[in-house]
């Protein structure tokens, strides 16, 4: 089983703005959900624990786990740019992602996804026969971009819609047959 867990609360989701690699890390209330996600988890042996390289998501991790996690660049948070730390309603979009004719530094989203679909298929290369347990712990755009590995790439191409709210998580398994973005 994998579990794909996003990290609990900080000051800028707290504060409603955009939280990309320049984010912060828990707050108490996001060591909390962590602490609740630890009980509701209590009986899951993990056998691995991988976490994208932002402190929020290595606590949140630590916390659950009791483990250091491998962290993996691959599953860093998607790069907002300039747009990092603004205020969501004052962020001009295209699409699910800060409009990159107007904010430097944006992430190509298709990259992204490659990034992130590119671990996934490690990861199911070297793990799907293993009957083990597995804890990845990101952001709203990596579970998003994991929940789109499995299910696949929506119509309208918002991988948020399968993303968690902070400090919540999704279980999914591999299959038989390799997964949908194939």
Do not use: W
Not at 34 to 62: C, G, I, N, Y
């Amino acid at each position: 089983m994998i579990y794909v867990v996003r990290h609990g609360e900080t000051d800028l989701n707290k504060e409603g703005r955009l939280q990309g690699r320049m984010g912060l890390p828990l707050n108490e209330k996001g060591k909390q959900q962590a602490r609740e996600m630890k009980e509701m988890l209590k009986t899951v042996q993990f056998d691995l624990v991988f976490s994208s390289p932002q402190e929020r998501a290595v606590q949140t991790a630590v916390i659950i786990t009791n483990l250091e996690p491998i962290v993996d660049s691959r599953l860093d948070v998607f790069d907002l740019g300039e747009a990092d730390q603004s205020k969501k309603e004052e962020v001009k979009l295209k699409g699910a992602i800060p409009d990159p004719t107007i904010y430097k530094g944006v992430e190509d989203i298709k990259s992204y996804v490659g990034r992130i679909f590119d671990f996934m298929v490690q990861l199911e290369e070297q793990y799907k026969s293993n009957s083990g347990n597995i804890l990845i712990t990101g952001h709203r755009c990596t579970t998003g971009c994991i929940g789109a590995y499995f299910k696949g790439i929506p119509e309208d191409k918002n991988i948020l819609c399968y993303s968690s709210n902070n400090g919540e998580f999704k279980i999914y398994t591999f299959k038989e047959e390799l997964n949908v973005h194939r």
